[in-house]
């Protein structure tokens, strides 16, 4: 029913798609699977008509469809639902459930009444009661979900598009949804699902298409890949390859006796972290485990005072730092490399030296001014350290690569001479080339004695990378696995809560 | 698009998903955000009634009503701008530039008096709304660009502001701005009715849900599939309609198109909208609100005017600092709500 | 990957914004040698220059704000403020009278930048209400009424010559090369700039923003008084129903056209002073020849929509 005929779609600079096709039939639900930057939401905005695509057909029942707008691929019987909550916060739960295509009285006005009996049905039917009349910002996060699903669902939908639907939801939630999945598909509702989560995927789908650096790479049953293989089909590494070396730059684990270095100590803030403590050791790296919102991002911000708390301490050296903030952390010797590049990270605007020498700026100056020659003397050290591929340190860094964009982040902080670094997702959407390039040298930057706080969904660079981790579930500390627990498996069941 | 398809949703185990409760402070917030303009309103009558005898009588309220009439037409149109998550500052100019024409089309009666006021203003209106919603300009240099423009083709107009045109004071159109039904200005019935007719449109039809939602979140209003474009190109039109049928009728009361009128309106419009409760960022507010924001300015301009000792400037100062003091308390409330 | 070939159009698109002010101002100056008689002679140069340079430096304070992706819509009410405040001490003497009138300038930027910094309002609405407020509080501290300056001291400011510059453009000047090494060699300077382009990013980066933001404000509503202060003291009178309206559009635009983006994380100090200039060409020729007020006006808003037009368009 949806028919993808070598689509291609190209960005200044980046070729997203490259001639992707992809069929899905009626009831089938189709796992799109892919590493960060292979393409999916790309793949994704041309279907839901957010982006026209260079070249290549998409067919809708047999028929060639070209949408302008995601109002024509909805009213084609497009429907999708996204990672983030794509819904109206401080409009009411029936308003959204209905924004669009609401119940209307003859005369033109809206019928409220049926409106909020049709939404109070509906939503009953996704496990949600709830007064449909509240805003829907004061609904937690797993019901908003439900009220986006059950809104692309209300739409006559033949094709639902799920984009990681369940990347912030509880486990009973994720039931539900899961429920609800089989359901449509039963009810003949073709179904494009996206996530990370493999468990899922093998649970839910029937087949699956695999997206590598804008490209296809393999479709088919799901049933008769395995896991291995499909890992290695979004790598692009040889699975024998995989069980026998690994995937990342990490060599081997350290090992350290050292006195801790930072003790962290209950961080606590209202429904975000509860009692948060860990220490961390110089020359070894720490992993903060944890699915996504299990509050992993929200502890490495609280260290370095980017997220107000309720309570907690952060020691450092045996000095307790007074005030948490982001410019007293840094002085402190504690940096965070955060996990939205784009968002928290680079200054697109401002070429590669500045971005380097940004958080360095008030050491490298006198009375208020700049120097210049200190600062090229770090950025030539670092540019060339890090094999920082830049036309010239001048160039605006928004035109660097992915990867090259976080390495000026990681020469910002090293030129700092810290004392902990914590990485949230370092290699999270940078080529392969780069990433292990970043994985060598947090390897080396531990094995010089810095501590290190490791974050990563991935799970290759985490057990690989990681010495020691700290699990955390719903923001708070669960356990920790030290030494030869840290396997896969081992922090698999850790996560998932099942502790060993 | 049928709804009945909704009932055919599939029916799972029922898993109570966690929903959260708003706590009292939070609903008090929310009161206090939607009401508090009445609530000022109530104490600052009741006082001005106590502290001076000649503040509530029957004629001192008229007056109050139909000084605020023209006002109250500009901040509807304003209302949806920025419940839209937009702001209009050429209303101002508009307002005046409408007074202008209607002055000089009714030497063709009440129908030239009316329609090109109309037609030119909706025209500058739809103009601010092509090239915020399409060309993706940003709202306000949009329309300080236009407040420019409308009050250069004003100059234009009248000989560089030397020449005024005067409507006959025996004509309907004079009437329109003079004439009173029940003690009150027809001005005052035209507001009321325009106001009665922009509350349902706002929170009873799908356009003014349109506009909830793109106030509130862009993004998903897109993704919801609204025509986000055109909500906009319409609210921005029909501000510019509505600031445009003000001046129409503000030089049918004044018998002349003033070419000095309207500078700093917008001001006040956004004062009276944000004092309202409409929250300045969008997506959030009503017309009830801006009616007792208007009124309360009214009220206050006309309590300046009492004490007499009182410079009539004190009336933008006490409107500044209102609109400061409402504006960090709808900060505070909405991100005490936010917190979870 | 680095080095895109973009097309010649995008090229074309990406470099007006950049140098096109220049080449206007050029072209505009070329026409007027030609068409405009009486155009290129002293005289009239110098009553170019001693208009612009209130706009100018207002301008200059607006450049950095906008650097910050904020904006201050207050710095006409600011110049009424400031005028209004002159007049009220200059019993005490020119520089007392002055050091009050920049006060008004230090108090309202240290609000607007409270209220974007601490209160986390954003620009529009936060110097909006000092917008509203502002100038009615300076016609409340000049009781409504014009008064003539007949301070000697402060009338020279408005009308002497220094090696024969008069003094207001050397200000301006002077204050343009200021605001150029301000932004281009301090840690403030490449931190406004930083906040400006992501102030996520700066605020983990630990950068003062607040310090940041709050100082921008200060200076551009200093800034702003100081051009009340000399616009005053060329009027001979203060007038602070009249001074300064309008002034945030003019100082915008200028800002804009000079090829400063909106959306911050860039200033152009030199742009900024040629979109002034441009500005202010524009409409003398638009008067010389015999066009007049209310067409300057109606062009002025075009090419505001016009440069913003193409700044979006440089931005992918």
Partial sequence: MLDVRGVSKRFPGVLALQDVSLTVAPGEVHALVGENGAGKSTLIKVLTGVYTPDEGQVLLDGAPVSFGSPREAQNAGISTIYQEVNLVPLMSVARNLFLGREPMLPGGLIDFGRMHREAAQTLARFGITVDVRRPLRSLGLGAQQMVALARAVAVDAKLLIMDEPTSSLEPREVQTLEAVVRDLSAQGIAIIYVSHRLDELYRLCDRVTVLRDGRGVHSGKLADLDRLHLVSHMLGRDPAAVSREGLTGFEGHHDTDAEPLVSVRGLTRRHVLHDVSFDVRPGEVTGLGGLLGSGRSETAKAVVGALPLDSGTVTIGGRRLRRLNPAAAIRAGMVLLPEDRKAEGIVPELSVRENIVLAALPRISRFGLVSRKRQDRIVETFMQRLRIKAASPEQPVGELSGGNQQKVLLARWLCLHPRLLLLDEPTRGIDVGAKAEVQALVDELARDGLAVVLISSDLEEFVEGADRVVVLRAGAVTGELTGDEVTEAGIMAALAGEQA | ?340 | MTDLALPRTARLSAALPQYGVYAAVLVLLAFNAVFTDNFLTGANLRTQLIQVAPVLIVALGMAMVIGTEGVDLSVGSVMALSAAALPLYLGYGMWPAIAMALLTGVVVGAVNGLLVAVVGLQPIVATLALLVGGRGLALVLAEGRLKQIENADLLALGSDDLLGIPVVVVIAGLLSLAVGLLVSRTTYGRQLVAVGGNRAAATLAGLPVRRVLLGTYVLCAVLAALAGVLATARLTASDPSAIGNLMELSAITAVVVGGTPLNGGRIRVLGTVAGALLMQLLRATLISHNLSDSTAQMVQAVIILGAVYLARERRR
């Avoid at chain 2, 530039?97 to 030119?120: D, E, F, Q």
């Avoid at chain 2, 000792?309 to 505070?332: H, K, M, N, R």
Wanted: hydrophobic share 55%; aromatic share 6%.
């Fill in chain 2, 1 to 340: 698009m049928s709804t009945t398809s909704t009932l055919a949703a599939p029916a799972p185990q029922r898993h109570e998903v966690p929903v959260e409760q708003s706590t009292r402070g939070e609903r008090i917030a929310g009161l206090l955000q939607r009401h508090g303009a009445l609530a000022v309103l109530g104490i600052v009558v009741v006082v001005a009634s106590i502290r001076f005898p000649s503040f509530g009588t029957v004629g001192n309220a008229q007056g109050v009503a139909i000084q605020s009439a023209f006002l109250a037409i500009v901040a509807l149109g304003m209302t949806f701008v920025i419940i839209g998550g937009g702001i209009d500052l050429s209303v101002g100019s508009v307002f005046a530039l409408g007074g202008v024409l209607a002055a000089y089309g009714s030497r063709w009666g009440m129908l030239g008096a009316l329609l090109l006021p109309l037609v030119v203003c909706g025209a500058i209106g739809l103009v601010n709304g092509l090239l915020i919603a399409r060309a993706r300009l940003a709202p306000f240099i949009v329309t300080l660009a236009s407040l420019l423009g409308a009050r250069g083709l004003l100059l234009a107009l009248t000989d560089e502001g030397a020449q005024t045109y005067l409507i006959d004071k025996t004509s309907a159109f004079a009437k329109l701005g003079q004439g009173t039904l029940l003690g009150l200005g027809y001005p005052v019935w035209l507001a009321l009715l325009a106001f009665a007719v922009g509350g349902l449109l706002l929170q009873r039809t799908r356009y003014g849900q349109a506009v909830f939602a793109v106030g509130g979140s862009e993004q998903a209003a897109a993704m919801m599939g609204l025509p986000v474009a055109r909500i906009k190109i319409i609210t921005y039109a029909a501000s510019g309609l509505l600031a445009g049928f003000a001046g129409a009728l503000n030089a049918a009361r004044l018998s002349s198109g003033v070419t000095i009128l309207g500078v700093g309106m917008e001001l006040d419009a956004i004062a009276a909208v944000v004092i309202g409760g409409t929250l300045l960022v969008g997506g959030a507010g009503s017309v009830s609100g801006t009616l007792c924001g208007v009124l309360l300015l009214g009220v206050i301009q006309n309590v300046i005017n009492q004490i007499g000792t009182l410079d009539s400037s004190y009336q933008s100062v006490v409107s500044g600092a209102f609109l400061i003091v409402v504006v960090v308390v709808q900060t505070y409330l909405s991100r005490s709500q936010r917190l979870r």
